[in-house]
Structure formats: C-alpha cells, structure tokens
C-alpha cells in the first residue's frame, strides 16, 4: 500500500507538465484514508483525474470535459474520456519519432515500485493525447 502524501508527492513530479506545458493548475485533491486518492488539474475546460484505488491497486486517469464549468455524468462517454480510449486513439495518427521525443521528454525518472511504472506510462500516454486533444476529439 502506497500512503496518501508519498503518492500526492510523486503524482505530482510525475504530472508536472500539465501545469508547465498545459497550462493546467491543481484544482483538487482528495485522500481518503489510506483508500482512495486523487488529484485533479483544470485548465477552466476540462479537468484531469489522476486517481488511485490502494485497496485495488487500481490506478485511473480520465479527462473530463466540463459542461458549463461542471463535471459531466461519469457515464457520459463524449465527455468522460478515459486515458486508454485517448491512447488507442491518438496512437493510431501519430509517427515513431513523435513517441521517441515523447519518451525523452519523460526520461529523468527512474520508476522502481510497480505504482511508479504505472504513473510514468500514464503520464507519457497523456502527454501524447494531450498534444493530440483536437485531433482525436
């Protein structure tokens, strides 16, 4: 079990480049306990949800298109984007190189715990689809 501050912490360095190269902002963060955890960017349109399940070891990320300046229906699928769905897109309309810079850009962490890898390979597929948004939208 992972405790709520290391993985605010770590969440944190890992998602970084959604406030410096996003333009995002920490618009929340929740822990519960030692259960559930989650922290959330904005950028004023859409939120993104990096949040994780200890008891399940299950880790989510989802990006919420806001309607109004409100979250949608979870079951809204139009605007309920889970990272997998965005990564099966985005994968199929960009090239080799493109993914190489993109790892490169993630290079400088050195992921040892099994949640690390999970953070590391969420944030590199969410960098892609972020550069890609309107494209796959």
């Not at 944190?12 to 030692?34: A, P, W």
Request: net charge negative.
């Amino acid at each position: 079990m992972i405790e709520g501050e290391k993985y605010t912490e770590d969440v944190k360095t890992y998602f970084n480049y959604l406030i410096t190269e996003f333009g995002f902002r920490m618009s929340n963060e929740k822990i519960r306990c030692n259960a559930f955890y989650d922290l959330q960017y904005s950028d004023g349109n859409r939120i993104v949800s990096v949040s994780y399940e200890n008891i399940e070891d299950y880790l989510q990320v989802i990006v919420y298109m806001l309607q109004n300046g409100k979250l949608p229906d979870y079951d809204d699928k139009t605007k309920t984007l889970h990272l997998n769905r965005l990564n099966a897109q985005v994968m199929s309309i960009i090239d080799r190189n493109e993914i190489g810079l993109n790892n490169e850009f993630i290079v400088k962490f050195n992921p040892k715990l099994e949640i690390e890898k999970q953070w590391l390979k969420s944030a590199k597929e969410l960098r892609l689809c972020l550069k890609h948004f309107k494209e796959i939208q």
